[in-house]
């Protein structure tokens, strides 16, 4: 069964720090893996998706990059900003389920 | 381009009582899922429905069912609702859907939700 763990569950950085989260995943037969945001109350914004055959995806202040074989994916933000704060998720596809395989989220609070 | 739209946005049901939820996806967009959010459980998977069929379900009763449209555009029902059941229920649409390695697709969009309170 597939498990997806997100490190760490909250962060608090000040504005203007580079920060990176962490998503693992105990099965590597993943079809994708896509990064969400969730602001309270909210729906999920798609972020970033990596296929299982790419290394990484960039968009904007945003870098993820995907190592299958590890089990690991991190979501680097640049250059931090108040709007930055919300949830974020890791999602996959694959690995024995069906359909996406949230973690928990970490939680972001970035101080302006 | 329109998003994901799902009605409606909130509703405040009684034990027993059953409930359908509506999603119109992206326009173009044949795969729909449903997802089912919960503070203790997070976001869990219900099912996907591709041209019509379900396609694949997740680990819920069969109180929970679901249907989709020749325009895409899906529902969902539970029914016998219980307090457990409270949720933000979240459609996501995608082109072909999450399981077809060889178009390199299956990008979810999500909705806004709906939020579901049992009493």
């Known amino acids: 069964k597939q498990e997806v763990t997100q490190i760490p569950a909250a962060l608090s950085v000040p504005e203007g720090e580079n920060l990176v989260l962490n998503c693992s995943f105990t099965?590597?037969?993943?079809?994708?893996l896509q990064w969400f945001r969730q602001d309270p109350g909210k729906g999920l914004t798609s972020l970033l998706l990596?296929?299982?055959?790419?290394r990484e995806q960039t968009s904007g202040r945003l870098n993820a990059s995907l190592d299958k074989s590890s089990g690991r994916s991190t979501l680097y933000i640049a250059a931090s900003q108040p709007g930055d704060s919300a949830t974020y998720l890791c999602a996959v596809a694959g690995g024995g389920a069906d359909g996406l395989t949230f973690g928990k989220g970490t939680h972001l609070i970035i101080q302006p | 381009k329109a998003g994901v739209t799902q009605t409606p946005r909130y509703l405040i049901k009684t034990r027993g009582q059953q409930v359908t939820l509506s999603c119109s996806p992206i326009s173009g967009h044949r795969s729909v899922s449903w997802y089912q959010q919960t503070p203790g459980q997070g976001l869990q998977f219900l099912f996907e429905y591709f041209s019509e069929t379900q396609r694949n379900k997740g680990n819920f009763p069969g109180r929970f069912s679901g249907r989709q449209f020749s325009n895409s555009r899906s529902e969902m029902n539970v029914s016998t609702l219980e307090l457990g059941d409270s949720a933000l229920y979240l459609c996501?649409?995608?082109?072909?859907?999450?399981?077809?390695?060889?178009?390199?697709?299956?990008?979810?969009?999500f909705g806004e939700g709906s939020r579901l309170t049992v009493l």
């Open positions: 996501a649409s995608s082109f072909l859907g999450q399981r077809d390695p060889k178009r390199n697709t299956g990008e979810l969009f």
């Open positions: 990596i296929q299982s055959s790419q």
């Open positions: 099965d590597s037969a993943i079809y994708n």
